[in-house]
């Protein structure tokens, strides 16, 4: 049943089939295959128009069996899901914040990245978005640390005086060699210098740098940020 769910859930109209088998499923009530399905219908039920409301009943179901690893990554849906609510920030922010005390080595990392994030969008929560992401670095996980990494270079490069930090934590990401993001943090990098006085040098290595990973939104990022540098 679980098989058929996902199965069908991923054919184009055939989303009411899906939630009939995830439902029949939660019915039978197994400790495992019901806290899945609960949070495979919150994901199904995200994608529909109008099924928001069922979509966080649906994680919230989940939550409440306290399932050790489902639970938690029903906390982050459920974060996802609010914050792209109008008017829900802080429920969403309550949501990431439940997943992270669960301490779940993937779960937490994931939403103290998002947190900071969601954060990041109220100026006046600047400190909160910082603490959330070096938190998320602190972690050392093998994917989201320098993601974070990144997040938290994008969020210094905004702030008056901070472009030192910035530098300091895009070239932290840099230096993991991550596949995707030290790509993106070498973008980050270049258009932080290029803001800068007599560092149109530095952006411009950083810029071929990125080119050189061959990571197509980088490659992509890094040729508008040479144009840009040429145009000035």
């Known amino acids: 049943m679980m098989a058929l769910g996902e199965l069908v859930s991923r054919q184009e109209g055939r989303a009411g089939d899906a939630e009939t088998v995830y439902r029949q ?7 495992n295959s019901a806290s899945l399905s609960m949070v495979n219908l919150g994901d199904l ?3 529909q128009e109008g099924r928001t409301g069922d979509a966080e009943s649906a994680y919230r179901q989940a939550i409440a069996t306290n399932h050790p690893n489902l639970a938690p990554m029903a906390m982050y849906s459920l974060g996802r ?3 792209r609510q109008e008017g829900r920030a802080g429920d969403a922010e309550s949501a990431y914040r439940q997943a992270i005390a669960t301490n779940h080595p993937s779960v937490a990392p994931l939403a103290m990245v998002n947190l900071g994030d969601l954060l990041a969008e109220a100026d ?9 992401n070096r938190q ?3 972690t050392n996980h093998p994917d989201l640390a320098s993601l974070a990494m990144v997040s938290l270079g994008d969020l210094l490069s905004q702030e008056a005086g901070r472009a030192g930090g910035a530098e300091t934590v895009y070239r932290q990401a840099i230096a993991t060699n991550h596949p995707k993001h030290a790509p993106m943090a070498l973008i980050g990098l270049g258009d932080l210098l290029a803001e800068a006085d007599h560092r149109a040098g530095d952006a411009e290595s950083a810029y071929r740098q990125a080119i050189a990973t061959n990571h197509p939104d980088a490659v992509a990022a890094a040729g508008k940020g040479l144009i840009r540098l040429r145009s000035r």
Request: hydrophobic residues 55%.
């Open 124 to 132: 006046h929560l600047a400190g909160d978005a910082e603490r959330a």
């Open 136 to 138: 998320a670095i602190a």
């Open 45 to 47: 039920l995200s994608r």
């Open 25 to 31: 499923v939660i019915a039978i009530n197994d400790p």
């Open 81 to 83: 899901l609010l914050s």
